[in-house]
């Protein structure tokens, strides 16, 4: 990797991570499938208006696309660009207008991700990888003295993890049907649905919705079957 100057914590699991402000040198890295041998990943770094960085225009959760195949950042990628040419180190824009590439401007409040925020395969940005898929979803679920960050590295609504959402996942998520989190034996995998003052909907690109306390219901199985289908299909 090339970044010399931070502590990555390597993510290759699903779930929730917790990172202080990049000034003490802490960053997060994310691999498709949590697989480190890939040569692209991205980069999550969590920037407050402190210390070395008390005059950023904006702070929250910033999140870079790293391709150590390429050598430098010669040739900016956005929509409608051939993907095999794009940056070395890219910064996924929360505010999808790619400003960076298209020489807009040199950074402003809006490309950090904020507190509710969603970055997943249909968002924009995408955190999909140049030319495939990547099944990483990463939500901002809280920003105070540390950046609380919950990722996914499946396809969501694969819940026998055999990479495609099918009736074998449908009848799972029946058997949880109308459990809460104040449950017994609450299993929060399938609350795929909005909750607690963010959204995991993937089709909804991380719109507010508060959902308390959490339940499996109505808005978790609309997703799902949406979700219908999704991943490899072959036998």
Same mark, same amino acid.
């Given at each position: #990797? ?75 990628? !956005?929509?409608? #660009?051939?993907?095999?040419?794009? !940056? ?40 999909? !990888? ?59 995998? !399938? ?8 959204? #995991? ?35």
């Amino acid at each position: #990797m090339f970044l010399q100057w931070v502590d990555p914590i390597l993510a290759r699991d699903s779930e929730e991570y917790h990172l202080n402000p990049s000034h003490d040198g802490e960053a997060l890295i994310v691999f498709k499938n949590g697989d480190d041998s890939l040569k692209e990943y991205f980069l999550v770094e969590y920037r407050k208006r402190e210390a070395f960085d008390a005059f950023l225009p904006g702070e929250g959760v910033l999140i870079y696309h790293v391709d150590d195949t390429i050598a430098n950042n010669k040739y900016e990628w !956005y929509p409608g #660009m051939e993907p095999s040419k794009h !940056y070395k180190v890219a910064l996924e824009q929360s505010d999808g207008r790619w400003d960076l590439e298209l020489k807009t401007n040199r950074g402003d409040e809006t490309d950090p991700w904020r507190e509710g925020m969603a970055f997943m395969p249909n968002s924009t940005p995408s955190s999909n !990888y140049y030319s495939e898929p990547s099944h990483i979803y990463m939500w901002v679920e809280n920003l105070n003295e540390v950046a609380t960050i919950r990722l996914s590295l499946s396809l969501l609504g694969d819940f026998n993890l055999d990479d495609k959402v099918d009736a074998k996942d449908l009848a799972l998520f029946s058997l949880h049907w109308g459990e809460a989190e104040t449950s017994p034996g609450w299993n929060p995998i !399938y609350d795929i649905g909005p909750r607690n003052g963010f959204s #995991m909907d993937p089709f909804n690109e991380g719109e507010l919705v508060l959902e308390s306390p959490r339940r499996i219901d109505e808005k978790d199985l609309d997703i799902l079957v949406r979700l219908f289908g999704m991943g490899d299909v072959s036998e």
